[in-house]
């Protein structure tokens, strides 16, 4: 046989070196750790390089989904180490806690100075609380609420005292209703029988309408969290009246009930958002009958659109007098709602007015009270070139059916200045005549900032003058005043109702003579039937 090659022998002994060189195989090290876990301590001889985890395992020892260890399960074991098993429990329970009443004063100028009246008894309420309670070997750690079920309201107690000698009282007519601090009062028969109606504090005053007939209010209360407001309304003919909810959120702009149809309203919406000015208008309309039992389904008449410019802040309506249609002003116009082709009909159209902030400027709009002419607010000159921040403002009639474009009444007056018109009137010659009521800039240059005077003129702009405050005095802010529905005495003189300092006014018309009705500074919005 043949000798293997040389190359062959010497990979052969070099391999054999190598195998020499190789160190002995070791056992694996072998390492205890103590193991406190229910109560007693266990003692392992475990391989090292082992973590936390993987020992308990060996040891045959189960972790609960919410166990936990000292040290923590991915550490590595050493030798003495002791590791803390701590079980963790989780319950739920339910603790049913008083909510004690609160104690509200409402002040009143009807009552004598110090005398009180306690108007409602406080009802404290009960809710149930739901926590969730974590314990560790036993031990509770941790108690949280997850969950507040509110099972009874608290009724709030309600004294009113009296702040001062009451006005002298005056007979007026019809119904007149007034908010100061949320809730709502009336006044009827003469201003010192006023009697509150809706005691509930949240009235936020962005609705606030008697019905033609003066036995419905239309309200708007606060929301909460989930909606910028509700819509409700109260029967003022019941001698203890509940509010009823219409199932309506978020009206800020417009609700009204028909003239002629106190069963029928109108609302408009708007959808909350987070940022100023707190919502992103619909400019829709709804129409909503009610019953003394609750309210029918809306019926959409305008669906939601953008509104042109500055759509996003609204558009409000005006019933006319018929009530089978509306007005309506947005920002760059105003016109006539079409209800049967749900459309609208512009009338006039204008430069929207820039505001500079989160805000738009919605001119006041309102009706003669025979429906035949429109009265409301332009923004710049007729037929001038107009910019987007131009001061000038002026009262305008509109009345497509008569004669085209605006016809301007009052000239410079400032941005609010809200015409309201009053009812018909006869004179001596038997004809049948009106007057317009409308704000008065102090600075129409600045009459965003500006306050107003309230003034007077003939239903044609003629025999302008001023009302209230006097020269001098400090001014009104910005609101729709309200004509009383029929004369105010014998002498056949009407009044306006209006806010002044917080309170409620009244101004007869021809004479001129102011009247404060209330003297606590908290009226914020009214209406007059």
Partial sequence: MKAPPGWVWFVFLWGMFLAACQAPVRAPQQVTVHIDVDGSVRT?????????????????????????????????????????VIRVEEDFLQEDEIIPFERRTLRNEALPEGETRLVQRGVNGLRR????????????????????????????????IGVRQPFLARPIPGRLAYLAGGNAWVMEGNTGARRPVVLTGDLDGRVFRLSPDGRWLLFTRRGGEEAINTLWMVDLEQPDPQPVPLNVANVVHFAAFAPRQSWLLAYSTVEPRPGPPGWQANNDLYFQTVREEGPLPSRLVLEARAGGIYGWWGTTYAWHPEGKTLAYARPDQVGLVDVVNKKLDPWMRFVPYQAQGDWAWVPGVSWSPQGDILFTVLHGRPGQEVAEDDPYFAVVALAPHYWEGPVVLAENVGMFAFPVASPVRTLPTGEQAYWVAYLQALFPQQSETSRYRLMLMDRDGSNKRALFPDEGEPGLPPQQVRWSPAPVDDRGQWAVAFMYQGNLYLVLVPSGEAIPLTGDGLVTALDWR
Avoid: C, F, H, W
């Fill in 44 to 84: 392992l001889r475990v391989t090292a390089g082992q973590t936390v985890e993987q020992v308990l395992k060996e040891g045959g020892l189960a972790l609960g989904p919410l166990d936990r260890t000292e040290p923590p399960s991915y550490t590595l074991v050493r030798d003495g180490m002791r590791i803390r």
């Fill in 129 to 160: 609380v739901t926590y969730r309670v974590l314990r560790e070997n036993g031990e509770e750690v941790s108690r949280q609420i997850v969950r507040v079920e509110v099972i009874r309201e608290a009724v709030p107690e309600i004294v009113m």
